[in-house]
């Protein structure tokens, strides 16, 4: 089975907390996204996980509400789902992170760069760069 969207994830991760009615899950992607999601969303989601063995339902109340809960293989199935974003996240912080020139610190997104001996590199600071130009080292700030 595939999580193609992040409301699925996001309702996946919900069950993978406590489980929870068919309701509670539209209420809570509602806070998450802003919009409500239709039960035509949801609902077959929920049957889907059942029919692979990932959920299964309990019913709760004088009303016997359905109450969704991950067994066993739905609960390995979300930790690997969640090792496979963990990875895609990685990557993507990844390719932001530069390290300082002088103090070799790292630095996510934009990096201060200044010219050092007519080469352009990045610093954390502009006080590592004046430091990594005047030949000063980091303790002599």
Do not use: W
């Not at 929870?20 to 049957?47: C, N, Q, W």
């Amino acid at each position: 089975m595939k999580i193609t969207s992040f409301s699925r994830l996001y309702a996946l991760m919900l069950l993978s907390k406590s489980p929870r009615h068919g309701y509670e899950i539209i209420k809570e992607l509602e806070g998450a996204i802003g919009k409500k999601p239709s039960a035509a969303d949801v609902y077959p989601f929920l049957k889907d996980l059942m029919d692979q063995g990932y959920v299964e339902v309990g019913r709760t109340g004088k009303r016997e509400m359905k109450k969704y809960v991950l067994t066993g293989e739905g609960k390995k199935f979300t930790k690997k789902i969640l090792e496979n974003l963990s990875k895609i996240i990685d990557a993507m912080i990844a390719s932001k992170v530069t390290s300082c020139a002088h103090c070799s610190c790292k630095v996510y997104g934009d990096a201060y760069y200044a010219s050092v001996k007519g080469r352009k590199a990045p610093f954390c600071c502009r006080y590592c760069a004046g430091a990594a130009g005047s030949g000063r080292s980091e303790g002599s700030l």
